[in-house]
């Protein structure tokens, strides 16, 4: 079964920078889409990013265009999250997923434990 295991969170400034990784295996990751979603307490999990299998295609929620880029390493097993120009709304713990390049959390078969992004004003 598919294990996704996120990294690279931890504490930022407003305007600061931040990149998330996402381990993943159990199958092979280059027949999987793959999506990033953030979740802040007490609110909804939030579409944050999306990407194809072999990378070419991506999209991204409005509130983070032109400041975080979805890229993945077929090669390592990796997708990444790099996040620019933090703001202190983008604070949150950003999963990883598996399986569509769907907006729903609904529509994806595996996700991994999360990592805490906060960001200071």
């Known amino acids: 079964q598919v294990q996704l295991v996120e990294s690279g969170g931890g504490l930022a400034q407003a305007g600061d920078s931040l990149r998330l990784s996402c381990a993943f295996s159990g199958r092979t990751f280059s027949l999987y889409a793959m999506a990033w979603f953030r979740q802040a307490p007490g609110k909804e999990r939030e579409f944050v990013a999306t990407?194809?299998?072999?990378?070419?295609?991506?999209s991204y929620t409005d509130s983070v265009k032109g400041r975080f880029t979805i890229s993945r390493d077929n090669a390592k097993n990796t997708l990444y999250l790099q996040m620019n120009s933090l703001k202190p709304e983008d604070t949150a713990v950003y999963y990883c997923?598996?399986?569509?390049?769907?907006?729903?959390?609904?529509?994806?078969?595996?996700w991994g434990q999360g990592t805490q992004v906060t960001v200071a004003s």
């Open positions: 990407i194809t299998r072999s990378g070419a295609i991506t």
């Open positions: 997923a598996s399986g569509n390049t769907s907006p729903r959390p609904r529509d994806y078969n595996y």
